[in-house]
């Protein structure tokens, strides 16, 4: 949950109309921005890709995940959540050049598996399309997505958060950049601002999860 109300403020101040992540499991980022693109009124479609299978740092699990997944997409966001249930790089051809406004790389953490999943997908990415990646802090088994990011940060237009396992944010190039209050605090504020931005969405993450835990107390005492 470090990142929630951060994923959906993002989905709401750039409203993309196609948003992708790259691995989901059991779908809270990816169900977040669903959220956002519904309650926001926002003409989008947000597509989850994963086989459901696990992979090597996740293991191996059943189709119950994706049962879940499945029923909860087609209760509460029919029109918006798309499921592909197969390979990165089978899915990339599902999607035009410079079509998805928003791309959620979270998939196998590997050095090699994000940059691939980086490279592979970025022709995808629209011109000044947001791309984010997940658990950039994570130093764990054989995780790489730090490492990745410590490279490509350096030489694009990127913001760090750095509570929890952490999470990147850069903007693909642009000719002509449409800039909003958001992307204006990642991209192009002072120092302090920066700071500032992190220690709000660490502050509204923590609130989030007591709330959750709240209401969680409370329907066990029912």
Known sequence: VDHLPFGYDLVSAIRPKITVELGSQWGLSFFCFCQAIQEQGIEGKCYAVDTWEGDDHTGAYDDRI?????????????????????????????FKD?????????????YEAVKEDYETWLPKVSSGGIIIFHDIQARMLNFGAWQYWQELSKSTESFTFTQGYGLGVIRKEANQKKDNELTKLLFSSSQNEQKLVRQFYAHAAKH?????????????NQ
């Open 66 to 94: 994706f049962e879940q997944v499945e029923l909860h997409a087609k209760t509460n966001y029919s029109n918006i959540a798309v499921l592909k249930r197969m390979l990165f790089q089978d899915a990339v051809h599902d």
């Open 98 to 110: 410079n079509s998805i406004d928003l791309l959620h790389i979270d998939g196998l953490h590997t």
């Open 208 to 220: 989030q999860e007591q709330l959750r835990k709240i209401a969680a107390k409370n329907k066990a």
